[in-house]
């Protein structure tokens, strides 16, 4: 079976700084992974997924994530953060059971400060 | 607009009654999910369904019970035998069929029972 681990369960950066928010997973096929955003008290919006080809994929708001197979990690970056960027990430990844299911990790919240 | 509701946006029930939690996609997505999430615990899958009148249990269906009647709904009944039903539910949806199974959502119903 799949699993997803996000190393962290609060990340806090200053408005600007670099962001890097950790994804491994597991997974007995090639993975699909995937990577979410939640704002408080609403449903989660995809920010970029990874299905095949290229490794480093771009998403919405300036975030971008790159695929390593030898490491097992998919992480999220976004090169300078901003106060809007405050709010919970969950990575999730596809695959193993031939189903369209999706296991999550248990998310990692962004706080940004002035 | 295409898109996934759910309603209500907050329900408040008393213990010992079953309260039934609405979802509908107009997106002509073939797979409908239920998930729970409380905090620090990620999203855990209670049921899915891939096909009308079939619906298959998630990590943790045990006090929850579904239907699947038509295309576009896909109710979730939260039973008096859930033991800890209070918590913040989110329905999703996908297309099955040949692409990278990215599950959509839904804005979320905020149960409370007392």
């Known amino acids: 079976a799949q699993s997803v681990t996000q190393l962290g369960s609060h990340v806090s950066v200053s408005e600007g700084a670099l962001v890097l928010l950790r994804c491994n997973y597991s997974?007995?096929?090639?993975?699909?992974l995937f990577w979410y955003v939640q704002y408080p008290n609403q449903g989660l919006q995809l920010l970029l997924k990874?299905?095949?080809?290229?490794?480093l994929v771009k998403g919405i708001n300036g975030f971008e994530a790159e695929f390593k197979k030898s490491e097992t990690s998919f992480h999220l970056t976004k090169p300078s953060a901003h106060m809007s960027d405050a709010a919970e990430y969950f990575c999730?990844?596809?695959?193993?059971?031939?189903?369209?299911?999706?296991?999550f990790g248990k998310g990692t919240m962004l706080l940004v400060s002035p | 607009d295409g898109g996934i509701t759910q309603s209500p946006k907050y329900l408040f029930r008393k213990e010992g009654q079953n309260v039934t939690l609405s979802c509908e996609q107009n997106l002509n997505h073939d797979a409908m999910y239920w998930y729970r999430q409380d905090p620090g615990q990620g999203l855990r899958l209670i049921y899915y369904?891939?096909?009308?009148?079939?619906?298959q249990k998630g990590d943790i269906a045990e006090g929850y019970s579904v239907s699947r009647e038509k295309k576009e709904s896909f109710p979730l009944t939260v039973t008096s035998a859930q033991k800890n039903p209070t918590a913040f539910y989110l329905c999703?949806?996908?297309?099955?069929?040949?692409?990278?199974?990215?599950?959509?959502f839904g804005p979320g119903t905020r149960l409370t029972v007392t």
């Open positions: 990874y299905t095949t080809g290229a490794t």
């Open positions: 369904s891939q096909i009308v009148n079939d619906f």
């Open positions: 997974s007995s096929v090639p993975p699909y």
């Open positions: 999703a949806s996908s297309a099955v069929h040949g692409i990278s199974y990215e599950q959509y």
């Open positions: 999730a990844v596809a695959g193993d059971s031939g189903y369209s299911t999706l296991t």
